[in-house]
């Protein structure tokens, strides 16, 4: 079965400190993995997305990037935490299967202090 | 380009009320799909519909239905009697089916439901 996986659930990190987030995908091969970012009381912000192995593009400039390293392996990370980086980060997997289907991890809440 | 707009940020019932979330879309694509999510407190999005542009057809499940109408570009979401166990935000998203970001999902900027014993 297809399945998504993202850690940490919450993480606390000091402003200047480095990030990684990590989503593994399974069930599946040369998925489209997303990062998207919910900043407190908002909507859903994408913020990277991926077609394959190395192949990032980014929506919106900011703080973070983003990696493919593996097949099933997307990762968020940042060199240097900023407050406003605090958010709730969700990574997603979209198929197309003759109808769109979407699968969500179930997310990191990154506060930084 | 793909854009959702969930006009309500929030709306506040009391139990037992029928509530109707709103959701307008813009796309140019001809093949599309519409999405609602629930999001609890917990953070995680519980998928409720999904819905494809070639399928008009409205959609009732238990006390929630859907109505989807291309002439106005909505897809409008009701919850019938509603439940203290209904509050969360509700997201309506979009994913057109020929985009180079293959298929990703559009979200509006979600609707706040507080409902009240």
């Known amino acids: 079965s297809q399945t998504i996986h993202q850690w940490p659930a919450t993480l606390v990190q000091p402003v200047g400190s480095p990030l990684s987030l990590e989503c593994t995908v399974e069930g599946t091969s040369n998925p489209n993995l997303y990062w998207y970012r919910q900043a407190a009381g908002r909507g859903l912000q994408l913020l990277f997305y991926s077609v394959g192995i190395g192949q990032i593009s980014s929506e919106v400039p900011q703080n973070l990037s983003a990696s493919r390293p593996q097949d099933r392996q997307f990762i968020l990370s940042s060199k240097k935490l900023l407050l406003s980086d605090s958010g709730f980060y969700l990574c997603a997997w979209v198929r197309w299967t003759g109808n769109t289907e979407a699968f969500f991890g179930q997310g990191t809440r990154l506060t930084v202090v | 380009a793909q854009k959702v707009t969930q006009a309500q940020t929030e709306i506040s019932v009391v139990e037992k009320e029928d509530v109707t979330l709103d959701c307008v879309y813009e796309?140019?694509?001809?093949?599309?799909?519409l999405f609602w999510y629930k999001q609890p407190p917990s953070g995680e999005l519980v998928f409720l519909i999904r819905r494809n542009s070639f399928d008009e057809q409205n959609e009732i499940s238990g006390r929630y239905s859907w109505n989807f109408q291309k002439s106005t570009s909505s897809f409008n979401f009701t919850i019938t009697a509603s439940q203290v166990v209904d509050s969360a935000v509700y997201f309506c998203?979009?994913?057109?089916?020929?985009?180079?970001?293959?298929?990703?999902?559009?979200f509006g900027g979600g609707t706040r439901l507080m409902v009240k014993p």
């Open positions: 998203a979009l994913s057109e089916a020929h985009n180079n970001a293959g298929n990703m999902l559009t």
């Open positions: 796309t140019r694509d001809t093949t599309y799909y």
